[in-house]
């Protein structure tokens, strides 16, 4: 009802006045005065990496304060298994001074990855091993919005009693850049008005962005952007289609393009496009510098954290075909009326994806929002395509979309039925952003039957599903 009212009624750390003036300070009054014209014009905050901020983190139904508390014993290898189980809030996870080793993911088992943190969204669950020493370790989950903390304590049993928590040093938020604003999919037409932003300013002002974009590490420059931008209209404050003129009419051509690649091309084409979960700092920001972009989450430098394309199946997937089509699933968005889409529809008025039992397929998750989104399927696991050979990719049950990135995975879709596939973020789900996969069987030559959208009210979905 709030974030209805207002897409930024949560949004309580905006910047000020004097963070305006530390920018005219390191970058220059030109560079300052064309990025803030350009926010304002969106209409968005650098700042809102959280739909919804200000919550008592918990874990395992504990405060901070109440101090959740795992005993072991000298000489223990303890399996601790990390469930994101929040509504809406993304973690970076640590425990200071004691070493992870990652070895399931969404419930499967991958080849052992040592880390020193990683980056955990609503849904998805990792596995470690640890090796405790010390007496006592906290355990630290950040929101990523450094809102504040979910924090608990391992404990070795034959020692003295739990002090107190040591509530940490929260680490410097980022900001969003304009390659987390879904800016980077290149351009096309513009028949999609109500999936459009309001963009009227000169973009020749982006090479001024240049120390944003490589302070977040993006591979993608902002001179590759589609120019051609005047002339748009907006329709509200929509984050669905912010790179302007993408005609989705192209998607049928890209697909045939695809479709005609090699396995070991197309494996090439994904290692090309991966991104870094969260980046790593070479060096320490200072109090109160900046950092940029959603993916950076200011990891110290010599500490490892988890990417995606760390994982690896721990046996060799059966299924390594290549897929024999695509389907494209848009993520979007309307921030002023708070409505997210798949493929520029809410649930209501959505047509369900199809595909034939024991098809395999790709799935290629487009986000052309400034939210990232933890894309989840019932029913089936997705092997994600990190880079890793077909045989090594790892099983998810749900895939982080980073704002305005593309992610790939593919399915062999061999479980009859309907299933859900929806972002697991409850506001984004219960406001549209969700759709079913039908796997039907069909004689050969056939395609499943269309089915009509489904008649539901919103009440009803989001009932039916709540046990999800």
Request: charged content about 20%; some cysteine; proline content about 5%.
């Amino acid at each position: 009802k709030n974030l209805k009212k207002s897409a930024e009624y949560y949004q309580n750390r905006r910047e000020t006045v004097s963070d305006v003036l530390k920018q005219v300070k390191t970058q220059g009054l030109k560079a300052t005065w064309q990025d803030r014209s350009m926010w304002n014009q969106m209409r968005m905050l650098k700042t809102d990496m959280s739909d919804v901020t200000g919550y008592t983190f918990l874990v395992n139904g504990k405060r901070p304060q109440q101090n959740w508390t795992g005993n072991f014993k000298a000489g223990d290898k303890v399996r601790l298994r990390f469930i994101n189980a929040s509504a809406m809030s993304f973690f970076d996870v640590r425990i200071p001074n004691l070493k992870m080793t990652v070895v399931s993911a969404d419930g499967q088992p991958v080849k052992p990855v040592a880390i020193d943190e990683f980056r955990i969204g609503t849904a998805e669950t990792y596995d470690v091993i640890v090796e405790p020493k010390q007496p006592n370790y906290q355990i630290e989950a950040e929101s990523i919005d450094r809102s504040g903390f979910a924090i608990g304590t391992l404990h070795n049993e034959n020692t003295h009693a739990v002090g107190p928590v040591q509530m940490p040093t929260p680490r410097p938020r980022a900001l969003l850049t304009m390659d987390d604003m879904g800016m980077s999919h290149g351009g096309g037409s513009n028949e999609h008005a109500g999936h459009q932003m309001n963009m009227q300013h000169d973009m020749s002002a982006m090479p001024e962005m240049k120390k944003e974009t490589t302070q977040a590490n993006h591979d993608h420059t902002m001179m590759k952007m589609d120019h051609d931008m005047k002339n748009m209209s907006s329709d509200g404050h929509d984050h669905s289609m912010m790179h302007m003129t993408h005609d989705m009419s192209a998607m049928s051509e890209m697909n045939h393009d695809m479709q005609a690649m090699s396995a070991s091309e197309h494996d090439h084409a994904m290692m090309n496009m991966n991104y870094e979960m969260p980046a790593q700092s070479e060096n320490k920001p200072k109090k109160d510098e900046p950092v940029y972009g959603w993916a950076n989450a200011s990891t110290p430098a010599g500490m490892k954290a988890l990417q995606y394309s760390d994982l690896q199946s721990l046996t060799p997937q059966p299924d390594t075909r290549a897929p024999e089509r695509e389907l494209v699933i848009r993520l979007g968005g309307n921030m002023e009326r708070y409505i997210w889409t798949i493929n520029g529809k809410k649930f209501s008025d959505t047509t369900p994806l199809q595909v034939k039992y024991g098809e395999r397929i790709r799935l290629k998750f487009v986000n052309d929002s400034m939210m990232a989104h933890p894309m989840h399927l019932h029913g089936m696991f997705m092997q994600l395509e990190n880079g890793q050979q077909a045989k090594n990719l790892p099983n998810k049950h749900t895939i982080i979309v980073p704002p305005g990135k593309t992610v790939t995975a593919l399915l062999t879709a061999d479980a009859l039925g309907e299933w859900a596939i929806h972002c697991h973020l409850l506001y984004h789900m219960s406001t549209g952003m969700m759709n079913k996969l039908i796997v039907a069987q069909v004689n050969d030559g056939q395609q499943p039957a269309q089915s009509q959208p489904t008649v539901q009210s919103e009440n009803e979905k989001g009932a039916s599903h709540a046990h999800h």
